[in-house]
Nanobody
Framework: QVQLVESGGGLVPAGGSVRLSCVAS????????MAWFRQSPGKDREFVAAISQTDGTWYEGPTKGRATIARDNAKNTVYLNMYRLKTEDTAVYFC????????????????WGQGTQVTVSS
């Protein structure tokens, strides 16, 4: 069973930036889409960004324009860079993998990491 492990979260000041990483446990793991979702207390898990095997990218929601997703196949890693962070970006950020779309639908994703907490302080 493939495992996805996120890292890079922590306490970040408002206006700052953060880089999240997601490593897959198997080097042969090449899902069609890798994505980042986030979930704040009391809210549904929401789509942030996705990247395809051919490096196509998709963004939605409040972080669009302030987030960049990238992948390094040699390191089996997907990254999420977020900039100009706001207190409302505070959430647990999850990495996920899917073989098909809809890309922004939580139900499309079969593999999930445990999440990494990002807390943005004012």
């Amino acid at each position: 069973q493939v495992q996805l492990v996120e890292s890079g979260g922590g306490l970040v000041p408002a206006g700052g930036s953060v880089r999240l990483s997601c490593v897959a446990s198997e080097r042969s793991f090449r899902p069609t889409f890798m994505a980042w979702f986030r979930q704040s207390p009391g809210k549904d898990r929401e789509f942030v960004a996705a990247i395809s095997q051919t490096d196509g990218t998709w963004y939605e929601g409040p972080t669009k324009g302030r987030a960049t997703i990238a992948r390094d196949n040699a390191k089996n890693t997907v990254y999420l860079n977020m900039y100009r962070l706001k207190t409302e970006d505070t959430a647990v950020y999850f990495c996920a993998a899917s073989e098909s779309g809809p890309i922004s639908s939580r139900g499309s994703y079969t593999f999930w990491g445990q999440g990494t907490q990002v807390t943005v302080s004012s």
